[in-house]
C-alpha cells in the first residue's frame, strides 16, 4: 500500500522540477528550499526536458512483491539534459542498455493495488534513436 | 567531556534464530555484556537500543520499553532510548551513549543493538524502505538495485569486476570460520560467488549480507568508573556520525560516499591519530560493493583502487589493514539495527586480545556503519 497522495504528485508524471534562483542548481524531485543555499534560496518551477542519458543503470532480478510481473526489470540514474537526475525504470531489452546510453522519457504503469485496486502511474525512460 | 571506555562487551548469536524471540535474543546479549562487565545490572543508568525495523518486522514498537522491562532494568527505572538510522541504527545507538558518558550526564550506560527480522514482515521489502521509497524505490529501484547501480559505475570507470567483488566475499566467509558468533562459518570459493544467481545486476546472492536475528551490546563507562571494573579498559576515544541526500539520484558523485568521509575524518581527529594508526577494521559490508567503495571512502584505498585493495591482499586478516575480521555483515549475518553494535563489539575483542584464531594485533580500530546507501554514516574509533 501507498500512501494516497502520491498519485496526485504532478511531478511524477511531469519531469517539471525546481530550480535554484541563487545558486543555479536544479533539483528534482522539487524541492522547496535549496540544500546548498537554504534559506538563501529562491526555488522556482522548470521543465526538465524528457531527453537525457543514462548514469548508471541494473537489471533487477530479486525484485519487489508489487513488481514482479516485471521480472527482470532495468531500472537507472538517468541524468536529463537539464542536469537534473531521476531514478526510474528503463524499459528495453537489458543487452541494449549501456552507460551513456541517450534516453527519452515516458509515461507509463508503474504496479497497482491488487486485481482492482488503483493503478500507479510514472516516468519511465525508452532508448531515445 | 570525559574519556569512555568500554567495560563489557557480548553478542548473541546472529543467523535465523527460530526458537528465540525478541526479548530472548536482546537478554541473551545482555548477560553476557553484563557478565564481561562484571556488573549486576543495577549499576547501569541509561540504554540507548539500535533497532531499523520491529514495527515492521514483527509489529511491536515500543521496544525501548519492553527491552528495558525484560532485561531487569524497568524496576530501576532507568531511561531506555530506541535509536533508528535504517541499517546505522546500531552505530547511532552507540554514539547516543558515547554523548552520554562523555558529556557526564551519566557514568554506566548500555548501548545495544537488536534486530528480529523473520516472524512477519518480507525482510527485502522492509530493507528497502531505508531508501527513497517515494522517488527511489516507487520507480523500481531496491537497496540492492542502488548498489548494483554503484558497482556498474565503478567497474565503467575504474576495470574493477565481479570477480573483485566476489573475493570480498570469500574473505569475509573465511574469517568467519573463526568466530563462534556468525551465521555461515564455512568457507566459499570465488566461482560459488560468480555462479550464484543475480539480485541486481552485477551483485549476486552471495554479494549481498543476509538479513539475520540478533543483538549486541555494549557497556560504556566513563574512565574513572572503568578503572573500578578493569585494569585494562579498551577506550572509545571518538563516534561521529554523519548525513547525505537519501536518494543516491542526489548526490552529484555517486561512488562517494561524503557521509563516510566526513564522518572518518572527523572521528580520527577527535581521536587524535591517523588511518595509519588504525591496525583493524570493520566495514559495512551489506553487498560487497559497499564494502570496497568503504575502502576508498575511509581511505585505505585511493579513489577508483578499492579492487586493488582486495587483490592485493591488504584488507585480508594478514594484510596491512585488515578488514573484516569477523566476518563482516556477509558472514556473520546483518541483524540491521545490530550491526552497528556487532561491529564495535568485534573491535573491543581484537583490541583486548580476545578474538581467537581471527586475532589482528592492533592497538587501534575503526569501525564504519553505514544506513541504506550511505545517507548515514557513522565511524567509531577505539584504542587500548
Ligand atoms: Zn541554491
Known amino acids: ?129 | 567531556m570525559k574519556r569512555v571506555a568500554v567495560i563489557g562487551a557480548g553478542m548473541s548469536r546472529f543467523g535465523e534464530l527460530w526458537n528465540m524471540s525478541f526479548r530472548d535474543i536482546v537478554i541473551s546479549a545482555g548477560l553476557e555484556a553484563l557478565e564481561d562487565a562484571n556488573l549486576e545490572g543495577r549499576e547501569i543508568e541509561a540504554m540507548y537500543v539500535g533497532n531499523m525495523s520491529a514495527g515492521r518486522f514483527i509489529a511491536q514498537e515500543h521496544v525501548s520499553a519492553l527491552i528495558a522491562d525484560y532485561s531487569g532494568l524497568a524496576s530501576i527505572n532507568i531511561p531506555a532510548i530506541r535509536v533508528e538510522a535504517g541499517d546505522a541504527s546500531g552505530g547511532v545507538a552507540l554514539k547516543e551513549a558515547y554523548i552520554a558518558v562523555a558529556s557526564g550526564i551519566h557514568d554506566i550506560v548500555i548501548a545495544a543493538g537488536v534486530e528480529k527480522v523473520t516472524d512477519v514482515g518480507s525482510s527485502s521489502e522492509i530493507m528497502d524502505s531505508s531508501i527513497d521509497k517515494e522517488w527511489e524505490a516507487f520507480n523500481g529501484a531496491t537497496l540492492a538495485g542502488l548498489f548494483a547501480m554503484m558497482a556498474r559505475l565503478h567497474m565503467h570507470e575504474y576495470g574493477s569486476s565481479e570477480e573483485d567483488l566476489a573475493r570480498i566475499s570469500v574473505k569475509n566467509h573465511k574469517n568467519a570460520v573463526n568466530n563462534p558468533k556468525a551465521q555461515f562459518r564455512r568457507e566459499i570459493t570465488v566461482e560459488s560467488v560468480l555462479n550464484s544467481p543475480y539480485v541486481a545486476e552485477p551483485l549476486k546472492v552471495l554479494d549481498s549480507a543476509p538479513i539475520s536475528d540478533g543483538a549486541a551490546v555494549l557497556i560504556l563507562a566513563s574512565e574513572d568508573v572503568a578503572r573500578k571494573y578493569t585494569d585494562t579498559p579498551v577506550f572509545l576515544d571518538a563516534v561521529v556520525q554523519s548525513s547525505d541526500y537519501l536518494a543516491l539520484q542526489n548526490r552529484r558523485d555517486i561512488l562517494e560516499m561524503r557521509a563516510v568521509k566526513t564522518a572518518t575524518r572527523k572521528a580520527l581527529k577527535l581521536a587524535g591519530c591517523s588511518l595509519d594508526d588504525v591496525g583493524v577494521f570493520e566495514l559495512h559490508d551489506s553487498f560487497t560493493i559497499a564494502e570496497m567503495l568503504l575502502y576508498e571512502n575511509v581511505g585505505i584505498a585511493e579513489r577508483g583502487k578499492g579492487h586493488e585493495a582486495i587483490r592485493e591482499g591488504v584488507v585480508e586478516l594478514g594484510g596491512s589493514n585488515p578488514v573484516n575480521p569477523s566476518g563482516g555483515l556477509k558472514a556473520c549475518g546483518h541483524a540491521v539495527g545490530a550491526t552497528g553494535i556487532r561491529q564495535a563489539v568485534e573491535i573491543v575483542y581484537q583490541l583486548r586480545g580476545d578474538a581467537g584464531k581471527r586475532q589482528v594485533d592492533a592497538e587501534t580500530g575503526m569501525a564504519v556503519n553505514i544506513g541504506g546507501t550511505g545517507a548515514t554514516a557513522v565511524t567509531s574509533v577505539f584504542r587500548r
Open chain 1, 1 to 129: 500500500m501507498l500512501p494516497r497522495f502520491w498519485r496526485k504528485i504532478k511531478y511524477r508524471y511531469n519531469l517539471v522540477g525546481t530550480k535554484c534562483e541563487n545558486c543555479g542548481s536544479i533539483y528534482y524531485p522539487p524541492r522547496n528550499i535549496c540544500p546548498e543555499c537554504r534559506r538563501k534560496s529562491r526555488m522556482v518551477e522548470v521543465e526538465l526536458g524528457e531527453r537525457g542519458r543514462v548514469v548508471t543503470y541494473t537489471v533487477i532480478h530479486d525484485v519487489p512483491e508489487s513488481s514482479k510481473l516485471m521480472k527482470p526489470y532495468v531500472v537507472g540514474i538517468v541524468e536529463l539534459d537539464s542536469g537534473a537526475r531521476v531514478t526510474a525504470q528503463i524499459v528495453e531489452d537489458p543487452e541494449r542498455v549501456e552507460i551513456g546510453s541517450r534516453v527519452r522519457a515516458v509515461f507509463r504503469k508503474y504496479g497497482e493495488e491488487g486485481e482492482d485496486g488503483i493503478i500507479y502511474y510514472g516516468t519511465k525512460f525508452v532508448l531515445d534513436e
